[in-house]
């Protein structure tokens, strides 16, 4: 397995007030899988997608990427580890507002030992025509698809996506889940998409659902809709 996440446990707060986010989560993702962390606001699934994205510390546990250990790392080596393997979505788009969508896209690139080609990434994320205009100028829609383009031009192992349609409209999301769609298959990234949204697991190649700290089912999924056939 690509993936391996072993046993990770998360708390927040201390004493009375100490809270189990995370109650030993353990599951393996292939290479080039589509995964969907499924679940409802607080069952830990945006934590667990932090510590996968090293921008939170698991209490105890191992996440081995490859043949890299996550636990194993000082700062700088955690820091190569995100730049070298992973990129990220969110549901806000964190775009820099005086670039151009093409600039906007560019800054990724020079994180990335191995980049992909630029105008080629634009025309696949269907931005070619608004290359030049600046975040304000765009749809949210065209927003997220920007931040697609700048977590994927690295050409990064893995993409982080937390709950990237949260904020769009019924289309404008199948839009974006079609591109993320399009992305794994055309560049081979693995990608990891945590929702509340139950449609979204049809698409996934592995399901993870997730309530209260623990894997409630974990399942492969052997009957994948494409996006655009999702209906909710």
């Not at 999301?173 to 139950?198: A, C, P, Q, W, Y």
């Amino acid at each position: 397995m690509y993936l391996t996440i072993s046993d990770i446990k998360k708390s927040f707060g201390v004493g009375e007030s100490k809270t189990e986010v995370l109650k030993g989560i353990s599951f393996e993702i292939k290479k080039g899988d589509i995964c969907v962390l499924l679940g409802p606001s607080g069952s830990g699934k945006s934590t667990l997608l932090n510590i996968i994205g090293g921008i939170e510390n698991a209490d105890s546990g191992s996440i081995k990427i490859g043949d890299d250990t996550v636990e194993n790392m000082n700062e700088k080596q955690l820091s190569l580890y995100r730049r070298k393997h992973l990129g990220y979505v969110f549901q806000s788009y964190n775009l820099i507002s005086n670039l151009t969508v093409k600039e906007n896209i560019e800054v990724g690139a020079y994180l990335g030992d191995n980049p992909l080609d630029l105008d080629d990434l634009l025309k696949t994320l269907g931005l070619w025509e608004h290359k030049d205009k600046v975040p304000n100028q765009l749809s949210g829609g065209q927003q997220q698809r920007t931040a697609i383009g700048r977590a994927i031009i690295k050409n990064p192992d893995i993409l982080l996506c937390d709950e990237p349609t949260g904020a769009l409209d019924y289309n404008t999301s199948k839009e974006i889940l079609k591109l993320i769609e399009d992305v794994n298959r055309k560049f081979g990234n693995t990608v990891i998409l945590v929702t509340h949204n139950d449609a979204i697991r049809q698409m996934a190649d592995r399901v993870i659902k997730l309530r209260d700290g623990i894997i409630r089912h974990d399942n492969l999924n052997t009957n994948k809709i494409p996006a655009v056939d999702l209906d909710w």
